[in-house]
């Protein structure tokens, strides 16, 4: 299973969102209107699948000075791939 | 335990940062306005207090993890259970431990005991933010010296 069906699959099953609505291009917040609380359970719940920390703190930083967009982030091609590249840095 | 000050936690009588486990206990006490209402003429610990303690002796302890530079606050419950009443005079054993730390955020799961048996039990999700103020910060950290003293 990919990174982005492993992530889709925790997305829909943490918050009421539809595994269907859920694609490469969404953006987490924008579009699927993820709020801060159902946030923290999905990186609480990928945190877990993917043995990795999720530096959450220091991409909303990142975000609230403008050195990087929220689609950097927080789209779900971007966000796999920064998961991906978590768990290469972790092995 | 003053229910009408929110404050919880009696004593602490151990934190393990290799376990990440913290060990508290408090009184409830034989009168308060709570009782009043909660029920006339039946004394009850609400429920949400039940959740309250578990969450202070969570964030209590997530606080020793991160050397009490920022506090941890209550964000989510989930499986909360309140298995068996508590009334007035009862003596609680509270248990905290913490089941991840994320970034900016923390889980735990704990569970509070009376007599041995197990009346509550949840699982918390703590957002941690820096403290509103240098004086909360310093206030809160001499309220838990306290408890570890009574400890």
């Known amino acids: ?91 | 335990m003053q229910l009408e000050y929110f404050q919880m936690i009696d004593r602490i009588s151990a934190v393990d940062l290799d376990t990440k486990v913290l060990n508290a206990h408090s009184t409830v006490p034989d009168e308060s306005t709570v009782f009043e209402g909660h029920f006339p003429g039946h004394p009850l610990v609400p429920g949400v207090l039940m959740i309250e303690t578990m969450a202070q002796a969570s964030g209590i302890l997530i606080m020793h993890t991160i050397n009490f530079e920022k506090i941890p606050l209550l964000a989510g419950v989930k499986e909360g259970k309140m298995r068996d009443f508590v009334g007035p005079k009862t003596e609680l054993e509270i248990k905290a431990e913490i089941e991840h730390e994320g970034s900016g955020f923390a889980v735990t799961r704990a569970e509070i005991r009376a007599d041995g048996k197990r009346v509550a039990n949840a699982q918390l999700t703590f957002t941690i933010k820096p403290f509103p103020s240098p004086d909360l910060q310093e206030t809160i950290k001499a309220q838990v010296a306290d408890m570890k003293k009574s400890g």
């Open chain 1, 1 to 91: 299973m990919s990174t982005f069906d492993k992530v889709a699959d925790i997305i829909s099953e943490t918050s009421e969102i539809s595994r269907e609505e859920i694609t490469p291009e969404s953006h987490t917040i924008d579009d699927l209107g993820i709020d801060s609380l159902d946030f923290l359970d999905i990186v609480f719940a990928i945190d877990k699948e993917f043995g990795i920390k999720i530096p959450l703190e220091t991409w909303t930083q990142e975000v609230n000075d403008g050195k990087a967009s929220t689609a950097e982030y927080f789209v779900m091609k971007n966000l796999c791939g920064k998961i991906d590249e978590l768990v290469t840095a972790k092995a």
